[in-house]
């Protein structure tokens, strides 16, 4: 772990980068030279024909049984039997992109790239059309293209998106972290793709977004926000320009981007640390300013990333204050960057259409692989490819994860507390897992003496809008009505009454010192961030060792001071404290003797 973050944090050294391409080439043909050959080597033993050149390879990875991309070599008047059966098919695809599928026609199961005539594949998307009528959903086009494959007439495989028609709120919903240095165009590349309408270059297009005085007087975020972005099942664009409300986003999307707006000043650390380990991002987008590079945070917020194992895309934002080869230095940068051993990423630079349908596949697939966009939020340039992007992107989780989670019992982390006017105390967080109704009794703490207390969920909001079942994954709002605002804190945890939960004092971490000045020894204090828990806690033993240095080890026993945390062996776990830095996980804990549950 250590060798592939150390480099992200302190003092950096230029290391020889690793021979990797960054250009992986457009659509179907992300595939390296030597394993085209193979390729090709294998179509020739097959006795299948073979295709002209090396730059389009007749293969995709064969197709598997689970996941949500189907492969079909045609659709052309099934039988009714035989469709029954598609449509069968088709739910389980759905099912497991939890809402999504691609299909690619014109495609074996192999993967060979056959490709159909004009005709052959005008009826297969009728019928595909037909299939997803049965299911509920809608289809997109996402690419055509020509196959070289041995033919009199021309040949094309289809490449197209089944998008479910939302029912009963259960949008899919993927949350994705803002990273950036400060200045670097975050908040105003969030209120253009948001609000629908391009900045004027001054910063208006942020506004929108700020909550505090200070942030609209100063232009830096200091706090968390959220902000929303939809896509119908027809893959387009629902944001404010023709929504009025959060609501009405909500109904008529079938996919949603949830922003999480993070602060990019050095003094905002801790608040940007909270936001990457408590509300579990799916992804992260990190914001580079073409006429700054690599500046200030930014390397720290990869780092960051990377520790905390979320897969990163990066945004080259303000293309249109530079030259040409300012831009062309900014990406060469942070491709030397991405490339080097600390961080071995395969960097694919999105210029076009098929480009960025191609990124979003694979981003999901292999988490090596990032995308770098280059646009400007004053002119508009290349924003529609990061828009295709988000709308291609899939869940990293499938269906039967989801599942799992939710067969486990109620437990909900409290990120957020506030009190509003006719409704009382309200809890804004994550459900970890189980399902959370309207008007369901759980219990919520630690309290500083260890203590759960009852209460009960008086109603349950998403993106704003009223929800009567919250699942696990998703991130909502609790009211909790006259309960005492002054019993909670973040940290806290809302858990089912039959769950016996694990608090404690004291508990155990392995972990790896990514940077520090002197030696880190028992007895020294720091910040641990886990999950949404952040406390300050002393070192209360080194295991093996009387200290450590900078890149080392150990297995770590910690002490909170403040109060009992509710913790889970083999939880990620975060420290910092002035220029030292760690990451580790959970291996023991200590729990507190006696569960105290108070009604």
């Not at 074996?108 to 509920?136: F, H, I, P, Q, Y």
């Not at 996919?255 to 509300?279: C, N, Q, R, V």
């Not at 945890?493 to 990514?514: G, K």
Request: aromatic letters at 6%; a positive charge; proline letters at 4%.
């Amino acid at each position: 772990m250590d060798s592939r973050v150390l480099e992200l944090f302190g003092n950096v050294t230029k290391t020889k980068s690793l021979g990797l391409d960054s250009s992986l080439g457009n659509g179907y043909g992300m595939k390296s030279k030597k394993i085209c050959s193979k390729n090709n080597k294998k179509a020739k033993n097959r006795g299948t024909r073979n295709t002209r050149s090396c730059k389009n390879p007749p293969y995709l990875p064969p197709e598997a049984e689970e996941g949500n991309i189907e492969y079909k070599l045609k659709l052309v008047n099934p039988t009714q039997y035989r469709f029954e059966h598609l449509v069968t098919q088709m739910k389980w695809r759905l099912q497991e992109g939890r809402g999504e599928a691609v299909y690619q026609i014109g495609v074996e199961d192999n993967g060979l790239l056959v490709g159909l005539s004009e005709e052959d594949m005008r009826a297969s998307l009728k019928t595909l059309r037909r299939m997803a009528e049965k299911v509920g959903a809608d289809i997109t086009i996402l690419r055509e293209r020509e196959v070289d494959y041995d033919s009199d007439t021309p040949r094309k495989i289809a490449e197209v998106l089944v998008r479910k028609v939302p029912d009963d709120q259960q949008f899919l919903d993927l949350r994705v972290a803002v990273l950036g240095n400060v200045d670097s165009g975050k908040s105003t590349l969030l209120g253009v793709l948001t609000q629908g309408e391009l900045d004027n270059g001054r910063g208006r297009a942020r506004l929108n977004l700020f909550r505090h005085l200070h942030e609209i007087q100063t232009g830096r975020t200091s706090s968390i926000s959220f902000e929303i972005l939809g896509f119908n099942s027809k893959g387009e664009v629902v944001n404010y320009s023709e929504s009025r409300t959060a609501e009405e986003i909500c109904e008529s999307s079938s996919k949603m981007i949830t922003f999480i707006d993070l602060a990019g000043h050095h003094k905002y650390l801790k608040t940007t640390i909270f936001g990457l380990t408590s509300y579990c991002p799916d992804f992260a987008m990190l914001v580079v300013g073409a006429n700054t590079g690599i500046a200030g945070t930014t390397r720290e917020h990869l780092g960051l990333a990377m520790a905390l194992k979320v897969p990163i895309f990066i945004v080259v934002s303000k293309v249109d204050l530079c030259a040409r080869g300012t831009v062309e230095r900014t990406v060469r940068q942070l491709e030397r960057v991405l490339k080097q051993p600390g961080c071995n990423k395969v960097p694919m630079v999105v210029s076009s259409a098929d480009d960025a349908v191609t990124a979003a596949q694979r981003f999901a697939q292999s988490p090596s692989i990032t995308p770098i966009f280059t646009l400007s939020s004053v002119s508009g340039e290349s924003l529609d490819l990061l828009k295709v992007f988000f709308n291609i992107l899939p869940p990293l989780s499938n269906s039967k994860e989801q599942e799992e989670l939710m067969q486990q019992l109620t437990e909900f982390q409290v990120d957020e507390i506030y009190t509003v006017p006719e409704v009382g105390t309200v809890v804004g967080g994550t459900l970890y897992s189980g399902i959370c109704r309207e008007g369901e009794r759980l219990v919520v703490g630690p309290t500083d003496d260890g203590r759960f207390l009852g209460l009960k969920v008086c109603s349950i909001q998403r993106n704003r809008s009223a929800c009567r079942v919250l699942r696990a994954g998703q991130a909502a709002t609790l009211a909790l009505g006259n309960f005492d605002r002054s019993l909670l804190r973040k940290g806290m945890v809302m858990v089912s009454p039959e769950m016996n939960p694990t608090i404690c004092w004291l508990f155990e971490a392995e972990i790896v010192l990514l940077f520090h000045a002197k030696t880190f020894r028992k007895g020294f204090q720091v910040t641990v961030h886990v999950g949404n828990v952040r406390q300050t806690a002393t070192v209360e033993r080194l295991h093996g060792k009387e200290e450590l240095r900078t890149g080392e080890k150990a297995v770590v026993r910690f002490k909170f001071i403040k109060h009992p945390e509710y913790l889970k062996v083999g939880a990620k776990l975060l420290f910092r404290e002035g220029v030292t830095k760690g990451i580790g996980h959970v291996t023991h804990l200590q729990p507190v003797s006696l569960y105290q549950h108070h009604p």
